[in-house]
């Protein structure tokens, strides 16, 4: 069956990014348990690579989202 209503690229991007926002966020959750003491031992070093790895995805997210491709090109 052919769906007559047309989702806007607003309205799919509302769509998805209300699904993957609040998964990303759960998942950080889960992240942040790891640093209870009572139930993992860690060191430093380890904290700063997750803590880098997990920078340097926010920092390409702000980058997709803070850099819209336009084409200065004019003939």
Known sequence: ?????M???NEKFKRLANKRVPAAIE????IKNLA????????KKETDEIIKVLNKSINEIKHAFNNKKESNFRI
């Not at 069956?1 to 209503?5: D, P």
């Open 7 to 9: 989702e806007s690229k």
């Open 27 to 30: 998942k950080l959750e889960l």
């Open 36 to 43: 209870n003491t009572n139930n993992y031992d860690y060191s």
């Open 1 to 5: 069956m052919y769906n007559l209503y």
